[in-house]
C-alpha cells in the first residue's frame, strides 16, 4: 500500500470513528425521550405529530431522536423487541444515506424499521428491497405491527400479484419488494398507454437489504419487457452439430481465463464447409459467424449442473453468487437458442424488446439510497466508485469469537473431497452441526452421495430443491444437522444453534457451535465470508474452514499449477505462500470483476441516458402535463414506444458486433457510442412524421375502437425477463493470436489476393 492510500485509509478510519462517536451520542438522547409511561393514546399522538410536521417541511434530521425513539417503545409493545444500542446506530447511518455492514445474525431487519419510518412520514412511500419474495412477505409481516401501531401503513409486492393488488401495494407508507419485481413493475409502467395503468407512483427512498448482492453482483443484470416469443426455431440444432465436430486447440482456443472461446483458422476452414456458407467473415455471414460461436461457447464453456440444469424439459440457469435457480433468466437470444440445441430442446423466438433497465439504472432513480449487507468492506472502493455509497461498519452486539481456520490446500481435487468427507464425518460424530458451501449443483450432488456412503445423513440445499430452502436453513443449527449448500442458498435466513431450542443451543454452543466447511473459494472474498458469518451470530461459538485444490477452476485460470508443481498427495500442503498467493488472485479476480463492470456501464448508461431523456417526454404526455388531444397523446406514446424498441434492438444488434472494431484499431466504445448516438438523433423526426400520418388518417377521432382499427394498442400480451449478459465478446485483449489471424486472413489478405488473382488473370 504507496503512501497516499495509507494517508486516505487513514482519513477514513478518522472518520468513521467520528461518525460513530455521533451515532453513539444520539443513541443516549434516543434513550433519554424514555416513553415506557405513556399510554398508547399518547404514543399515536406523537407519530401523528411527528408525520405532520415532516409534511410541513421540517427537515427529518430535526425529528430523528423523537421518532427513533417511538419505534423503539412501539417495537418493544407490540412485538417483545428491544433494539440494541448498535441497531440504533445502524439506523442512524440508514437515514443519513450510508451503506451499512452489519454482522449476520445482529438484527439488520429491525434496524430498518426506524429509517423506513422516519422516511415515510413524509407521506412520499418508503420501497425496501429485499433478496427475494419469501423475505419481502416475511419482513412485511413481522415488521407491521410495528408500523401500524404508528399509523402508518405497510404491504409487500409478490410476483403473480394481479394489478390492483400490486397498486395498491406501491401505495403504502413502506412496501417490502425484491429489486426485481419493482424493476419488472417500473418497465410495465413505462408502456402503459393510460395513467390509470401504472403501478408506481414516484420514488423517494429505498433500503436496499444484501445490498452486496443487489449493488454489486446482479447490478448489471438487465430486466427486460418483450412480447410474446414467436413461432419455434429450430436453426439451432444445425450450429450445436457442428460445434460438436470442433475439437479443442485443432480448431478453437479460449482467452486467457477461459471466459470466451473463438474459432482459429483451421475451425473456420472446417465451419465453413459444414455450414457450406463459404468466408465466415464476410459481412453477409455475420449472423451465422454468431450463431456457431454460440453454440461453441454453449458447448466448451456451459456446464450442466453448474452453469444451468434442464427440468420439465426447460433450460433453467443457475445465479453464479447463490447457486440457486435464477427465476426467468435468459441468456442474450441467440446463446440461449444454442444451450437449448445443446440439451435437444427446442427454443422460441424472442418477442420484441420493448424496455429494458439494469438494476443498478433502477436503482439510481431513487433520490435517497441506502443499504445493508453483512460483507461490504471488502469492496467499499467499488459501492463509492459506482453509487457514491460510503461503507460503515457497525460493531456486533457481542463480540465475534467466531474461530477461522487457514486455508487447507491440497494437490489436487479427489485428495481434497476425500479430505473434506473425513472432516465432515469425525465433526458429525460428536454431533456438532456442519454446514457446508459447495460451487455447484453437481459438486453438492456429488459430495452428499460421498455422505451417504460413509452412513452420513445429509440435507441437500440447491437450486434442484429451492422451495423449502428457508425452512432447511433454519435447522442446519440443530444437533447432528449436515447441510450442503451451494453458495448462499438461504440468504437472509439465520441459523439460529439448536434450531432456536434453547437448552439444544446450549448443547451446542459446548460442543463449538456451527461448524461452516467451504470447498473452494470463491472469485470474491465477499462471497466467503458471507459463508462464515452464517456461523458465530450474536456472540454464539462457531468456526469456518475453507478446503482448496491446485485443480480448482480458479486456481488454474490463473496457472497457480504451472507456478507450484507438486507430486499428488493425499496431505494437505503447508505452505504460507500457498495462501497468499491464493488470497492474491481473489484479489485480481475481484478487480477483474469490477473493470467487466465498468466496461459494461460504459455501453449501457447512454442508453440509459436516452431512455430517460425519451421517457421525461413520454411521461408529460401520459400524466396530460404535455396539452394534447385524446388521440395525439395516444398517437404519440404508440410510436414513442414503437421508436424506441426498434432503437432497443439495434442496439442490442450493435452491441454483439461491435467488437469486430477492435481488429482495425479503433475503440469499440467509442464506435458503439458514435452509431446509437447518430441513431438515437433520428428519433424525434421519425416519431414526429409518423404521428402526422396516422393523425391525417384518424382525422381527429377520439374513438377508441378506430384506434385499435389502426393498430394503436399495447400489446395483448407480455413477459418479463432477464438477461444474464456475462457472455461478451471482450475487446482486442481477448482474442488469442490465431483468431486475429484468421480474422486478418479473411477479412484483408485474401480479398487482396483475390483482387490481384483477378487482375493477373484478366491480363
Excluded at 478510519?13 to 462517536?21: E, G, M, N, P, S
Excluded at 433500503?207 to 438487465?222: C, Y
Excluded at 457514491?388 to 474461530?403: A, F, G, M, T
Aim: with cysteine; net charge negative.
Amino acid at each position: 500500500m504507496n503512501l497516499a492510500a495509507k494517508l486516505m485509509k487513514k482519513f477514513k478510519d478518522y472518520d468513521t470513528q467520528h461518525k460513530l462517536k455521533d451515532y453513539r451520542d444520539k443513541v443516549e438522547l434516543i434513550r433519554k425521550r424514555n416513553l415506557e409511561a405513556w399510554d398508547e393514546k399518547q404514543l399515536h399522538a406523537e407519530s401523528l405529530r411527528l408525520k405532520k410536521a415532516a409534511q410541513s417541511g421540517i427537515p427529518l434530521d430535526e425529528l430523528i431522536i423523537d421518532a427513533y425513539a417511538l419505534v423503539c417503545e412501539a417495537a418493544k409493545r407490540t412485538l417483545g423487541l428491544k433494539p440494541y444500542d448498535v441497531q440504533i446506530m445502524a439506523a442512524i447511518a440508514l437515514h443519513e444515506r450510508f451503506l451499512i455492514e452489519q454482522h449476520t445474525g445482529e438484527g439488520k431487519t429491525l434496524s430498518a424499521v426506524m429509517p423506513a419510518y422516519l422516511n415515510a412520514l413524509t407521506g412520499e412511500g418508503v420501497h425496501v428491497l429485499t433478496f427475494n419474495d419469501y423475505l419481502a412477505n416475511r419482513d412485511a409481516e413481522w415488521m407491521g405491527p410495528i408500523y401500524r401501531f404508528l399509523g402508518l401503513t405497510v404491504s409487500s409486492v409478490q410476483a403473480g400479484m394481479s394489478f390492483s393488488e400490486k397498486r395498491e401495494a406501491y401505495s403504502a407508507d413502506i412496501t417490502y419488494v425484491t429489486a426485481k419485481e419493482a424493476g419488472f413493475d417500473y418497465l410495465r409502467d413505462t408502456i402503459a398507454l393510460e395513467e390509470a395503468d401504472t403501478v408506481h407512483r414516484p420514488f423517494h427512498y429505498v433500503i436496499v437489504d444484501e445490498a452486496d448482492s443487489l449493488l454489486l453482483d446482479e447490478a448489471r443484470v438487465p430486466l427486460v419487457i418483450a412480447g410474446e416469443p414467436g413461432s419455434s426455431d429450430n436453426d439451432g440444432f444445425r450450429f450445436a452439430e457442428v460445434a460438436r465436430q470442433l475439437e479443442q486447440v485443432e480448431h478453437y482456443d479460449f482467452d486467457e481465463f477461459k471466459r470466451n472461446v473463438y474459432l482459429n483458422e483451421a475451425g473456420s476452414t472446417k465451419a465453413e464447409l459444414l455450414l457450406g456458407c463459404g468466408n465466415l467473415y464476410e459481412n453477409h455471414n455475420s449472423h451465422l459467424l454468431m450463431s456457431i460461436n454460440c453454440a461453441l461457447h454453449a458447448e466448451s464453456l456451459l456446464k450442466k449442473d453448474v452453469d444451468y440444469i434442464v427440468r420439465d424439459g426447460e433450460i433453467e440457469l443457475i445465479d453464479e453468487y447463490t447457486g440457486r435457480v435464477a427465476e426467468n433468466r435468459h441468456l442474450p437470444e441467440v446463446l440461449q437458442a444454442a444451450l437449448a440445441a445443446k440439451e435437444g430442446l427446442h427454443s422460441k423466438v424472442g418477442g420484441k424488446i420493448l424496455g429494458t433497465i439494469t438494476l443498478q439504472h433502477l436503482l439510481s432513480l431513487y433520490p435517497k439510497i441506502c443499504g445493508m449487507t453483512a460483507t461490504a468492506l471488502a469492496s467499499a472502493m467499488e459501492f463509492e466508485d459506482i453509487y457514491d455509497l460510503q461503507v460503515v461498519h457497525i460493531l456486533p452486539n457481542r463480540p465475534n469469537i467466531r474461530i477461522d481456520h487457514p486455508l487447507r490446500i491440497y494437490t489436487h481435487k479427489e485428495a481434497k473431497l476425500k479430505a473434506i468427507v473425513q472432516e465432515i464425518s469425525s465433526v458429525h460424530a460428536t454431533g456438532r452441526p456442519i454446514l457446508i458451501g459447495t460451487s455447484s449443483v453437481e459438486e453438492s450432488d456429488m459430495l452428499a452421495k460421498e455422505l451417504a456412503n460413509t452412513n452420513v445423513p445429509c440435507q441437500v440445499l440447491n437450486a434442484k430443491n429451492d422451495a423449502k430452502e428457508a425452512e432447511i436453513i433454519a435447522r442446519a443449527g440443530e444437533i447432528g444437522a449436515v447441510t450442503v449448500s451451494t453458495n448462499m442458498a438461504g440468504r437472509g435466513v439465520d441459523i439460529r444453534l439448536g434450531g432456536g431450542n434453547p437448552m439444544q443451543a446450549e448443547a451446542v454452543a459446548k460442543l463449538g457451535g456451527l461448524y461452516v466447511i467451504g470447498t473452494h473459494v470463491n472469485e470474491s472474498v465477499r462471497i466467503d465470508n458471507q459463508l462464515r458469518g452464517r456461523s458465530g451470530r450474536q456472540g454464539d461459538p462457531g468456526a469456518s474452514v475453507f478446503f482448496v485444490s491446485l485443480e480448482d477452476e480458479l486456481l488454474l485460470q490463473f496457472g497457480i499449477d504451472k507456478a507450484f508443481r507438486y507430486l499428488k498427495q493425499d496431505e494437505a500442503l503447508e505452505k504460507p505462500m500457498l495462501r497468499g498467493k491464493i488470497e492474491h488472485i481473489q484479489r485480481v479476480a475481484m478487480g477483474q470483476n469490477f473493470h467487466i463492470r465498468k466496461e459494461l456501464n460504459c455501453y449501457s448508461d447512454m442508453v440509459e441516458d436516452q431512455r430517460r431523456i425519451l421517457y421525461e417526454e413520454r411521461l408529460g404526455i401520459l400524466t396530460g402535463k404535455t396539452p394534447m388531444s385524446l388521440s395525439e397523446q395516444r398517437v404519440r406514446l404508440f410510436y414513442i414506444d414503437e421508436l424506441w424498441a426498434d432503437h432497443l434492438a439495434y442496439v442490442s444488434y450493435l452491441r454483439e458486433s461491435i467488437h469486430l472494431e477492435s481488429l482495425s484499431s479503433r475503440n469499440p466504445i467509442h464506435e458503439f457510442h458514435m452509431q446509437i448516438v447518430d441513431a438515437y438523433e433520428q428519433i424525434p423526426a421519425k416519431i414526429n412524421s409518423e404521428s402526422v400520418n396516422m393523425l391525417a388518417r384518424l382525422e381527429g377521432s377520439n374513438d377508441p375502437a378506430k384506434w385499435e382499427k389502426f393498430g394503436l394498442k399495447s400489446p395483448t400480451s407480455t413477459r418479463t425477463y432477464i438477461i444474464n449478459d456475462q457472455y461478451i465478446q471482450n475487446t482486442r485483449s481477448s482474442w488469442t493470436a490465431d483468431t486475429m489471424l484468421a480474422f486478418y486472413i479473411r477479412n484483408i489478405l485474401r480479398p487482396v489476393f483475390d483482387r490481384v488473382y483477378s487482375v493477373l488473370n484478366k491480363g
